[in-house]
């Protein structure tokens, strides 16, 4: 049994490895493709987020009343949202009051960021990758990306950059509680190369998830 339990610890290992070394190389393609999205060594014409997304809305600032119960309605904590994907199966439900209450600014669809505000998990982008009834949590604003001039997934892995978070941080030097405002994420300015060129990376970073997920 012991020598069985070691085999599979030791898949289970390399099985990481090889996870890690996918997201590697999807950050990697996107240099290869793009350059750094701040800094633009390539020369590509660059915008404003908020001229780049049909809106950017914060999250409702209270805490959501969760409950045990299979609501069919969702909340998002910003712990489960990981570099460019939501861990769907750690979700949590609330009611349908609440849900109402949390989307009057946006209801969150599919395609739209979520993007960590503040707090211990700060400046990681996830895109909403299915139809579902869900909200936002605390401490996350949504984007919601203007799909004919920019591809979901390409801004999410810009936003992903170190290089984007230090920029969006740079104001906030020595604060002893770091946080990002929407509106400094509106008047951030990023790259924008053609959409073609974006929709060829986002079927190369779809073609990684299903290694991913195999």
């Not at 290869?32 to 049909?54: A, D, H, I, Q, S």
């Not at 984007?143 to 290089?163: I, Y």
């Not at 030097?173 to 509106?186: E, L, R, Y």
Request: charged share 25%.
């Amino acid at each position: 049994v012991v020598k069985i339990l070691s085999s599979v610890n030791k898949l289970i290992e390399q099985m990481g490895r090889q996870l890690v070394g996918l997201d590697e190389l999807i950050k990697a393609r996107f240099v290869e493709m793009f350059g750094n999205p701040v800094t633009n060594e390539k020369g590509w014409p660059t915008k404003t987020l908020e001229k780049l997304c049909n809106s950017i809305v914060d999250c409702p600032h209270s805490t959501p009343n969760y409950t045990f119960e299979n609501t069919g309605y969702m909340c998002i904590r910003t712990s489960i949202v990981k570099e460019n994907c939501i861990r769907w199966n750690e979700i949590e439900y609330i009611s349908e009051e609440e849900f109402r209450r949390r989307i009057q600014r946006k209801r969150p669809e599919k395609g739209d960021i979520v993007y960590t505000r503040e707090g211990a998990i700060l400046g990681i982008a996830a895109i909403i990758d299915k139809d579902c009834n869900v909200a936002l949590g605390q401490r996350s604003m949504l984007l919601s990306p203007n799909e004919h001039q920019c591809s979901s997934v390409f801004l999410s892995v810009a936003m992903n950059f170190k290089s984007f978070l230090r920029t969006a941080l740079r104001s906030m030097s020595g604060s002893a509680s770091p946080h990002i405002n929407v509106g400094d994420i509106k008047s951030f300015v990023i790259i924008v190369p053609p959409i073609e060129m974006q929709n060829e990376f986002e079927a190369f970073v779809n073609q990684v998830d299903k290694s991913k997920v195999a």
